[in-house]
C-alpha cells in the first residue's frame, strides 16, 4: 500500500492566494464589475422546480424494480441533486435574497437540501467561507484531501475508487482536519430533513427515500457532473491553482464552471459570473482552462501527476496560531 506513483506530497507554496489581489485590480481598473454583485432573482424559482421534480420523482419511483430504481437515481435524480447541491453552494455567498436578509438564504438553503436526504446546507456555509478566505490553507481549507487519502489513492484503481466514494470524503473530512462547534443552524436543517424524510417515507415507502440517498450518493461520485470537484483547483499545470470550465454543463450547475471568475468575486452570483469573463477578458483568456469534465476524471485516473496530492497547499496565518 501507500504511493506506487505519481506525487508524494501536495504543492506548498508560500506566497498569498491570487484571487485577492486580482480582485482589487480588476475593481480598480473596471468598477463596472461592482454592479454584478447583486441576487439572482430567478434562483429561488429555479430551486423550488428542482425540489418539486425530486417530489414528483420520488411519486414515480416508488413502483419500480430496484435496477430501474437505481438507474434513474444516477441518469436523472443524481444531476438533480448535484444541481441542488451548487444551488446550496450559491446560496451560501448570499446569492438569493442578498447579504441583507441573510435568514431567508439560510432556509432557502435548508428547502433546496429536502430531497438531497442527508443534511448538509448549513455545514457546507460554515466551512465554505473557510474555503475562500484561505484556499490551501494547511488545517484549514477543508476542501484539500488529507495526507492519508494522498497516501492511499495513488493508483488508477484507487483513485477511481476515491471519486466514487467523494461524498464520504467530503462529509467526513472536515470533522478530522477542522472540526468547528455544532451550530443552532444545522440542528434546524437536520430536524427539518429527517421529517421531511420521515414523511416521504410515511407517505410512500422505502423507494422514494432510498432513490434519493442514491441521487446523492452517485451523482455526486463517479459522475460527468463530478468532474467539476477536481478540475476546480486540482494542479493539472504547475503553478495553476484555481480552473475554469466554459462547457455545456454549466447552464445545469448554476455557471459552477466559471471558477477562476468566482474565487476572484465570490459575491456575483453564479448567472453573472459570464459577464465579469466578458467584462475583464484579459485577466481570464490566458489562463488554463478545462474543456471536458468527463476528460478531468479519465486524466486524474490514469496520469501519475494527479492524484488527491495534486493540490497547491500553504501554511496560513490562523493556522499558524492553532499550532
Known amino acids: 500500500m501507500g504511493n506506487c506513483a505519481g506525487r508524494t506530497d501536495f504543492e506548498w507554496v508560500y506566497t498569498d492566494q491570487p484571487h485577492t489581489q486580482r480582485r482589487k485590480e480588476m475593481l480598480a481598473k473596471y468598477p463596472a464589475i461592482k454592479a454584478l454583485m447583486r441576487p439572482d432573482p430567478r434562483l429561488k424559482w429555479t430551486v423550488l422546480a428542482l425540489v418539486l421534480a425530486q417530489l414528483l420523482a420520488c411519486w414515480l419511483v416508488r413502483g ?6 437505481l438507474f434513474w437515481a444516477y ?5 438533480v441533486n448535484h444541481s441542488l447541491t451548487l444551488a446550496i453552494h ?3 455567498h448570499n446569492a438569493a435574497f ?4 441573510a435568514a431567508r438564504n439560510r432556509w432557502l438553503a435548508v428547502f433546496a437540501n429536502l430531497p438531497v436526504g ?3 446546507a448549513a455545514s457546507f456555509k460554515k466551512y465554505h467561507v473557510d474555503h475562500h478566505r484561505y484556499l490551501g490553507g494547511d488545517g484549514l481549507d477543508v476542501d484539500v484531501p488529507t495526507r492519508l487519502e494522498g497516501w492511499l489513492f495513488c493508483t488508477p484503481a484507487r483513485k477511481l475508487l476515491w471519486l466514487a466514494l467523494q461524498p464520504l470524503f467530503y462529509s467526513l473530512r472536515p470533522l478530522c482536519v477542522h472540526p468547528k462547534a455544532v451550530t443552532r443552524m444545522e440542528v434546524l436543517n437536520a430536524l427539518v430533513q429527517l421529517a421531511a424524510d420521515a414523511a416521504i417515507f410515511a407517505l410512500w415507502g422505502l423507494k422514494p427515500v432510498v432513490y434519493l440517498l442514491a441521487s446523492t450518493l452517485l451523482g455526486l461520485g463517479l459522475h460527468p457532473i463530478s468532474g467539476h470537484f477536481v478540475a476546480e483547483h486540482y494542479m493539472f499545470l504547475k503553478g495553476h491553482e484555481t480552473y475554469s470550465y466554459y462547457g455545456p454543463l454549466n ?4 455557471n459552477v464552471g466559471y471558477h477562476v471568475e468566482h474565487h476572484d468575486f465570490p459575491s456575483i452570483p453564479g448567472c453573472n459570473l459570464p459577464l465579469v469573463r466578458k467584462i475583464a477578458p484579459e485577466y481570464y483568456d490566458h489562463l488554463p482552462q478545462h474543456h471536458s469534465w468527463v476528460k478531468v476524471l479519465w486524466d486524474f485516473v490514469l ?5 488527491p496530492y ?3 497547499k500553504r501554511v496560513c496565518k490562523l493556522a499558524e496560531e492553532r499550532l
Not at 98 to 101: A, I, L, P
Open 64 to 69: 419500480l424494480a430496484w435496477r430501474w430504481l
Open 75 to 79: 441518469a436523472f435524480g443524481g444531476c
Open 90 to 92: 450559491d446560496i451560501s
Open 98 to 101: 442578498g447579504t441583507g436578509r
Open 118 to 120: 442527508v443534511p448538509y
Open 251 to 254: 447552464w445545469i450547475t448554476f
Open 303 to 307: 496520469e501519475d501527476s494527479l492524484g
Open 310 to 312: 495534486a493540490r497547491v
